[in-house]
């Protein structure tokens, strides 16, 4: 199995404001995902991170919004830009090695 | 494109008891199935999964079921304990692609 840790584990951010979070895997996987999932909700996917290419957003979810980088096989940052309320929620770092998806603990985002 | 539903929303048990989820899918080609577990402020949890070569797995107290032809799969916990109070979040993908997640169940078991 994938261990992920990220960072931060909560913020409190202002509205107008930019965070990265950075997401890190035990070990080398061939796909990186971010999802976001709201207070009671299941997970929406936001994005594939591509190592060495740009990410392959979701309908709905746009680069200039979410910037995601991905530099090599065991790393990635999803920016959340220009943020609103409506931006708070957990955002979560996932995985993939073989069929087997896992997530790290979660963002916890507040959008003040 | 793929579509899960899961039930029940919400399912509350007497400890010692059984419980059971249900997922129902709607792409015949889907041939994985995860289970996830979230506790409370904390990431999903894959706790077991099944692929469409067999029809059941177990895992101490938690086991899944498959029925390809009706498209629904099930997640057993018996003898419930408070631990066990968690979301509980099925999918489905189709060779570990595409992942498709269900609404969540909330369960509770009472101590």
């Known amino acids: 199995s994938a261990v992920i840790s990220q960072k931060p584990s909560r913020d409190i951010c202002q509205r107008g404001t930019s965070l990265t979070i950075q997401c890190q895997v035990d070990s080398q996987v061939t796909m990186m995902f971010w999802y976001r999932q709201q207070p009671g909700q299941s997970l929406t996917l936001i994005a594939t991170?591509?190592?060495?290419?740009?990410?392959?957003?979701e309908s709905g979810f746009v680069i200039d919004k979410f910037p995601i980088s991905r530099p090599n096989l065991t790393f990635s940052t999803l920016t959340v830009s220009n943020m609103s309320p409506e931006d708070s929620s957990i955002y979560l770092c996932?995985?993939?090695?073989?069929?087997?998806?896992?997530f790290g603990p979660g963002t916890r985002l507040t959008v003040t | 494109g793929e579509n899960v539903e899961q039930h029940p929303s919400t399912l509350s048990v007497q400890e010692g008891d059984s419980a059971v989820i249900k997922c129902t899918y709607s792409?015949?080609?889907?041939?994985?199935f995860p289970w996830y577990k979230q506790e409370l402020g904390k990431g999903p949890q894959l706790i077991i999964d099944?692929?469409?070569?067999?029809g059941e797995k177990k895992d101490q107290r938690i086991a899944v079921t498959l029925n390809k032809t009706a498209k629904h799969f099930s997640l057993h916990i018996t003898e419930t304990q408070p631990e066990d109070s968690a979301v509980y979040f099925c999918?489905?993908?189709?060779?570990?692609?595409?992942?498709?997640f269900g609404p969540g169940t909330r369960l509770s078991v009472l101590p």
């Open positions: 099944i692929r469409s070569n067999v």
């Open positions: 996932s995985a993939r090695q073989s069929d087997e998806q896992y």
């Open positions: 991170a591509n190592q060495g290419s740009e990410a392959t957003y």
């Open positions: 999918a489905a993908s189709i060779h570990g692609q595409n992942f498709v």
């Open positions: 792409d015949s080609a889907s041939n994985y």
